[in-house]
């Protein structure tokens, strides 16, 4: 992974990463999962599921009335911590404002037979409304997992 040179460069990374976990995700367990669990079921899985894999990642102590945690260290802890991250907000960002909007069961790009014919003009879309490093990264994301 680059290091960003800028903070907008970070989010974009971040919410590159995001997004690619979010199509990979769907393209692994589809839409009824989450519809089935309705809002609070989302917020629940978040609460129970994802915020646990989150703090089962953090250590520390307190030190002078202050708690230090301790580095994040070793591939599962770094991999627990940032995979439960991304979900965490996954969940509690796109995937609960979608299933409120109605548009969680919208087509998809990608049916699980290859891409569907719009897929390019939307991919065009997205690199007018994501210019520059944003564009190369969420273009990169939907090649990778709509191939």
């Not at 997004?19 to 129970?48: C, H, W």
């Not at 994802?50 to 953090?58: D, F, N, P, S, V």
């Not at 087509?107 to 939307?122: F, I």
């Amino acid at each position: 992974m680059k290091t960003p040179l800028t903070w907008e460069e970070g989010l974009d990374a971040v919410l590159a990463e995001m997004r690619a976990v979010m199509v990979e995700r769907q393209n692994k367990y589809g839409p009824s999962n989450i519809l089935q669990q309705g809002l609070l079921g989302v917020l629940t899985r978040v609460k129970d599921d994802k915020m646990e894999r989150i703090g089962g990642a953090l250590n520390g102590k307190v030190v002078r009335g202050r708690v230090v945690l301790d580095p994040i260290t070793g591939f599962d802890a770094e991999d627990t911590f940032e995979d439960g991250c991304v979900d965490a907000a996954n969940y509690i960002g796109p995937i609960m404002l979608m299933l409120h909007r109605g548009w969680w069961t919208l087509p998809r790009d990608y049916d699980g037979d290859g891409p569907v014919p719009e897929r390019e003009a939307r991919l065009a879309r997205i690199a007018e409304v994501y210019p520059e490093a944003a564009a190369e990264a969420r273009l990169a994301g939907l090649k990778e997992n709509n191939p």
